[in-house]
């Protein structure tokens, strides 16, 4: 899966599964996200792995993509792990204390 | 014996008179249904035929369906509408127009290979001569006219389709312009609801309440488009306290604030006097939890203020600590715990009772103020709220924090809902 819109984000997949998402996630661009990465769920298996070491900014309406996304993996009996975070968006995590839920 | 007024010069003056009319006719057109029956009835007039059709480009299914007839038998025209004929690309001499978006003239339809039998089979009309046309906009394929069986001529001629082309080209701004309109007034009718759902929006928040000499509140909340997730509530309970609710409900604009007010009401309705602040989330994720379905959540604090001695007892779910400020130091309280509402059905909200000291605030926003951007698009920040609060003697500070944040914003738009509440004790 590969989208991008306008200059400012992307979401790539490398060989080994990972979803990068790079840029800035706000809500002019989430549906596009939302809807990427819920198709991208029904089309794999086991934990879905984020890279977001090039994600700079990330808005409530992006956070709830990636609650919602990872609602759909537990009620799959998977998980979502987050494995590089930049700190901007690592502190949006931990202000609105998800950042358990996600393995930050 | 000598042929009479077939000269070329003439017809040529007589089409040039017939394509000004209907260029001053297309003009006046305002609306896309009433002006494809026009454009078709100077099509078929301007060149002397006897039907005429124009058939719409569907991007979608890559066809064209007849969207409009005229023709001299009767009965022709409806019957070619009716059974809803659609051409591919490249299928029928229409289709084939549309496909190399050239013109094409048919001397013998009969004898074409091209040509598309069906609807002459349905009506029983004899295609014999053909004119065609694109209609395209700039690099959009919007459709194509054609005209069928020259009335005072075997054929149609070269200066018919020049005719035709060029009407064609009419029709294609025409069309555009009818387009752009419609979207227009359809994005003003939106603007009138929008601005209508916002002075409802506004009304929602509730009046200021008086809480004595000491006690004081400050309360603003400002969405980013129109109406937005973010509110505050405050509820005055029978012993003299007052709830206090600062809520941002993820994204913003019309979404949000349908959210924002089912969730309003709901806290409403469960705001009593004997529940907890931590229990009072918790009641109301449990309530909140099917209508935010898993899509949305929601951050809230909420501060139970008692003016009689500035106890507050406090909950939060997910949003920024609030901050209790004097002129010497500013303090978050940090240590409430609790995820946003909306995420797990079932969740536990840390509590935290504090007194408020006299001459101190307590600071309640939603990050519509930390994430205040500028023209360079840095962020207004904690820093920038700290700096503030700092630099300026208080209480209280809300009302100059928000005004700051909006004059160091600048001219560019708010990128989130934005509120501030501040509770404060100053001696009276």
Redesign the interface.
Known sequence: MTTSGQEIWSIKVDKSGIVKMAGEI??TV?PKIRAGLLAYIEKTQGTLILDLSQLNYL???G??VF??AR?HLVDKGRTLQIVSVTPEVKKIFQ????DK?FGL | MQRVHSSSSVSAAMRLKKLIAANQALAQVESLSSLLPVLLRFAKDVTNALAASILLYKPETGTLEFSLAINEQPGAAEQIISQKFELKLGQGIAGCVAQTRESIIVEDAQNDQRFYRKADEATGFVTKSILCSPIVYREELLGVVQVLNAKDKDLFENEDLDILESFSHLAAVAMIRSRLLEKKLAQERMQVQLDAAARIQANFLPKIPDLGQESHIFAVSKPAIFVG?DFYDLIPMPDGSIVVCVA?V????LPASLVGASLWSKLRSLALPDLSSGELLQQLNSAMYDVLS????A?LVIARYWPVDGRVSLALA???PPAVVSNTSIQYLSEL????VG?DPVVHFGELTITLPVDSSLLLVT?GVT?ARNEKREFFGEQGMEDHLRQNPGPPWGESLVAHVESWRGNVDA??DLTVVEIWRKAG
Do not use: C, M, N, W
């Open positions: 706000d809500y989430t808005d409530s309406s956070l709830a609650i919602e609602r202000l609105t204390q998800v839920l | 997730g941002d993820s994204g913003k604009g898993q899509q949305l959540f951050t997910g949003h920024l715990k609790g995820q946003p995420i990050d994430e990128s989130d």
